[in-house]
C-alpha cells in the first residue's frame, strides 16, 4: 500500500481560485468554440453543393456537415487526453510532472486556434483540420491538468474542490456566451478569436506560476518498458480492480451525451424551429438566432453554478450517487421541454433544468470520479475519465447526423429536432440506470504495474457495449 501523496494538502481561499483558473479559460475556449465560431463557420463556408469526397456528396446540410467537423476531433481528443495524461504521471522535471505539459499545450493551442479563424479565408476543409488540431493540443495540456485534483487535493476537500470547478466550468461558459454573443452580432469573428486567445494564455500562467507543483526530477525513474507496453499502458485501466469506475465511464458518458445533444443544436433550434428574430424579450430586442442562444446560455450557465456550489458541499455530505441520479432527471426535464414547446419566452424558464443538471452533475461527478480511482496513476485515469467527455462530444453529432439524413431538417424542421431531443432524455435515463451498477467507495491508492492488465478496460467496454447492441437489436425485432 503506498502512502498518502505528499503534495496533497489542505485547500484554501485563493489555492482554489489558482486550481481553477485554467478550468475556466479551457471552459471560455470551447465554449466560443464549439457552439459558436464551428455552428457559424460551418454554415457560412458550407459550399451550396454541398461537401463532395472523392467525387461523392457526403454532406448538403449543415446538421451533416457539423457532424463532419466534430466527429473526428473529437476521436482525437478522446485518446489525446488519457494519453497525455499518463505520460504526465511518470515525467520527471524540475518544475513538476504536470506544468510542463500544460505550458506546452497551451502555446501550441494558442497557434491552432489562429488558424481555426483564418480558416474563414481558406474554406470548410481547413476548418476541418484546425479543429482537429485544436482538439489535439488542448488536450496535450488538459489531459495533465486534471491530474492535479488528486495530486493536490485532501480526500476531506475533493467534493469542495470539483464544486469550485465546476463553478470555474459555468463562469467560462457564462463568459464564453455573452462575450461571443456581443462578438457575432457584431459579426467581429477575428476579434472574438483574439479575446479567447488572451483568456486561454492568462488562464495557462495564473496555473503555471501560481499554482507551484513539487519538482518530480529526483524521484525514481519510471520502469524502462518497451515502447510498445508504454503505449498499451497509456491507454489501458485495470477493469477487474476498479469495475465502480468502468460503470461510472459509461453512466458519464450516456449523461454527458444528452447534455450535449441540446447545446450542440440548441443554436439551429432556435434558427430553424423558434426563427426567433427580431424578438421582444421583457423589453429587449433580440435581433437573431445568436443574440436568443446567447440569453438561453446565460440562463442555463447561471442555475449551473448555483447548482454547482450547493452540490460540492451537499455531496461531501449525503454522498455522490443521489445528487448525479437527481441531476439525470432535471436533464431529462430539460430535453422534453424543447420537444413540447415552441415558445422562446417558456423555453429559457424551463432550461433552467439543463442548468440545474449540469451544475450539479460537473460538481459531484469529478468528485465520486477522483474517489473510484489510484493516486499513483491519476492523470491516466483523470484523461481516461474525459474520454466520456470526447465521446459524447464525438458521438451525439453522430446521431442527430443519421436523424437529419432521415428527416431532413430543411423539409422537416420540427420533427427533425424534435427526434434529436427525445434521443437526448433517452441518454440521460440511461445514464441514470447505469449509475445504479456503481458502489460508491473511496479507492486506496494502490501502486500498478504499468502493464498490469493491458487491456482489460477495452475488453470489457466493447462487451459492455456488444451486449447493449444485441439487446436493442431484440427490441427493434
Known amino acids: ?47 451550396a453543393e454541398g461537401l463532395r469526397l472523392f467525387g461523392l456528396t457526403v454532406a448538403d446540410n449543415k446538421l451533416t456537415a457539423l457532424g463532419w467537423i466534430t466527429f473526428p476531433g473529437l476521436i482525437i481528443a478522446a485518446f489525446a487526453q488519457p494519453m497525455f495524461g499518463a505520460i504526465s504521471d511518470g515525467w520527471r522535471s524540475k518544475v513538476g510532472k504536470r506544468v510542463p505539459f500544460v505550458f506546452i499545450g497551451t502555446t501550441l493551442t494558442l497557434i491552432s486556434v489562429l488558424g481555426l479563424t483564418l480558416s474563414v479565408l481558406l474554406g470548410w476543409w481547413w476548418l476541418l483540420f484546425f479543429y482537429g488540431l485544436t482538439q489535439l493540443f488542448s488536450n496535450v495540456a488538459f489531459g495533465p491538468y486534471h491530474g492535479l485534483l488528486p495530486d493536490r487535493v485532501l480526500a476531506e476537500d475533493r467534493g469542495k474542490a470539483s464544486g469550485a470547478l465546476g463553478a470555474a466550468q459555468m463562469f467560462g461558459q457564462i463568459g464564453s456566451a455573452i462575450y461571443m454573443g456581443i462578438s457575432l452580432s457584431r459579426n467581429d469573428l477575428a476579434g472574438a478569436s483574439l479575446g479567447v486567445i488572451i483568456i486561454v494564455a492568462l488562464g495557462g500562467l495564473v496555473n503555471i506560476l501560481l499554482l507551484r507543483e513539487q519538482a518530480t526530477d529526483q524521484l525514481p ?80 450557465i447561471s442555475f449551473s453554478f448555483i447548482s454547482a456550489i450547493i452540490s460540492g458541499f451537499l455531496t461531501d455530505r449525503y454522498g455522490r ?69 470526447a465521446g459524447a462530444q464525438a458521438l451525439s453529432p453522430v446521431f442527430g447526423t443519421v436523424i437529419a439524413s432521415i428527416l431532413n431538417p430543411n423539409l422537416n424542421p420540427v420533427a427533425t429536432y424534435s427526434a434529436i431531443m427525445v434521443g437526448a432524455a433517452i441518454y440521460y435515463l440511461i445514464g441514470i440506470l447505469l449509475l445504479t451498477k456503481v458502489n460508491e467507495k473511496k479507492v486506496e491508492d494502490e501502486i500498478e504495474g504499468e502493464f498490469q492488465a493491458a487491456l482489460a478496460w477495452p475488453l470489457m467496454l466493447f462487451r459492455k457495449l456488444l451486449r447493449y447492441c444485441k439487446i436493442a437489436a431484440l427490441v427493434i425485432q
Open 1 to 47: 500500500m503506498a502512502k498518502a501523496n505528499p503534495a496533497a494538502h489542505k485547500m484554501r481561499g485563493l489555492d482554489y481560485l489558482w486550481f481553477c483558473a485554467y478550468q475556466f479559460a479551457f471552459t471560455v475556449l470551447w465554449g466560443a468554440i464549439g457552439q459558436f465560431i464551428i455552428p457559424n463557420l460551418n454554415e457560412r463556408l458550407l459550399p
Open 221 to 300: 525513474p519510471s520502469p524502462r518498458i518497451s515502447f510498445g507496453q508504454r503505449l498499451t499502458s497509456i491507454v489501458s485501466i485495470n477493469a477487474k480492480r476498479y469495475p465502480d469506475f468502468v460503470w461510472l465511464l459509461i453512466a458519464r458518458l450516456f449523461s454527458l451525451m444528452g447534455f450535449t445533444t441540446i447545446t450542440t443544436y440548441a443554436l439551429y433550434y432556435i434558427q430553424d424551429v423558434i426563427k426567433l428574430k427580431n424578438y421582444n424579450f421583457f423589453g429587449l430586442i433580440l435581433p437573431d438566432a445568436n443574440a436568443g442562444y446567447t440569453i438561453i446560455q446565460v440562463i442555463v
Open 321 to 389: 450517487k443521489p445528487l448525479i441520479a437527481l441531476s439525470g432527471v432535471f436533464g431529462i426535464l430539460g430535453a422534453l421541454a424543447l420537444v413540447f414547446f415552441r415558445d422562446f419566452t417558456l423555453l429559457t424558464i424551463l432550461s433552467t433544468f439543463t442548468g440545474l443538471f449540469f451544475g450539479m452533475f460537473t460538481a459531484v461527478d469529478w468528485a465520486m470520479v477522483t474517489d473510484l480511482i489510484p493516486r499513483s496513476q491519476a492523470g491516466k485515469y483523470m484523461g481516461v475519465s474525459n474520454l466520456a467527455t
